[in-house]
């Protein structure tokens, strides 16, 4: 168990919608990563929040937003789901920088 | 784009032998280069990390080898055993980004 919990678990939803993702860091851990990760991309850096602050972006599209919140959690927001956002999404935490990554258990995103 | 080219993309090794996975990248910015593993169903997992000062780095059965001068580095599993089955994904560090191979599927049977 790396520390990291994200809920929830299993998500399905139709064409259009809007889901939101959480991910409560490892105890102490001030930077939250988020992945996708498909079949056909790998695993894929999306966002980065360091202390409640944005500090990386990757290949995050429009539609996707992220923040994270005082209590160091954070939330994915993804909103008019395509049939290509299904995927499963990893958060990520660590103390400081890249280095040590902790990876979550995902949430498994199903759009229908 | 930054990139890192991981191969094979699947490997299927006998218990007892050894798995060598590569990857190539492209950036020499890149300072921090580890190996994650994922089981089905979880969640990557930190394996071992090398930075490119150091040619080698051994932790029990697993070992990465660097060279900086060819920009590669690779996995290596002595003693591959069934419990080593699992996705390995190289990675590459620079400014808080990771950026990842493929992934190798590995199966390892008795």
């Known amino acids: 168990d790396s520390g990291v919990t994200q809920t929830p678990k299993h998500l399905i939803t139709a064409t259009g919608q809007r889901v939101t993702l959480r991910c409560s860091p490892r105890?102490?851990?001030?930077?939250v990563y988020w992945y996708q990760q498909s079949l056909d991309q790998g695993l894929q850096f999306l966002i980065q929040?360091?202390?409640?602050?944005?500090?990386a972006k990757g290949n995050i599209l429009e539609r996707f937003s992220a923040q994270q919140f005082p209590d160091l959690h954070s939330e994915l927001n993804l909103s008019s789901l395509e049939l290509g956002d299904s995927a499963l999404y990893f958060c990520?935490?660590?103390?400081?920088?890249?280095?040590?990554?902790?990876f979550g258990p995902g949430t498994r995103l199903t759009v229908t | 784009q930054q990139q890192v080219k991981q191969s094979p993309q699947s490997l299927i090794v006998q218990k007892g032998g050894i798995s060598i996975i590569n990857c190539a990248y492209e950036?020499?910015?890149?300072?921090?280069f580890p190996w994650y593993q994922q089981f089905p169903g979880k969640g990557p997992a930190l394996l071992i990390a090398?930075?490119?000062?150091?040619s080698e780095k051994k932790e029990g059965r697993f070992t990465i080898s660097f060279n900086k001068s060819a920009k590669q580095f690779s996995l290596h599993i002595m003693d591959s055993q069934p419990g080593d089955s699992a996705t390995y994904f190289c990675?590459?560090?620079?400014?808080?980004?990771?950026?990842f191979g493929t992934g190798t599927r590995l199966q390892v049977f008795p």
């Open positions: 950036n020499t910015a890149f300072d921090y």
């Open positions: 090398i930075r490119p000062d150091v």
């Open positions: 990675a590459a560090s620079k400014n808080d980004k990771l950026i």
């Open positions: 105890s102490g851990d001030l930077s």
């Open positions: 929040y360091y202390n409640g602050e944005e500090r």
């Open positions: 990520a935490s660590s103390p400081r920088t890249a280095y040590e990554q902790y």
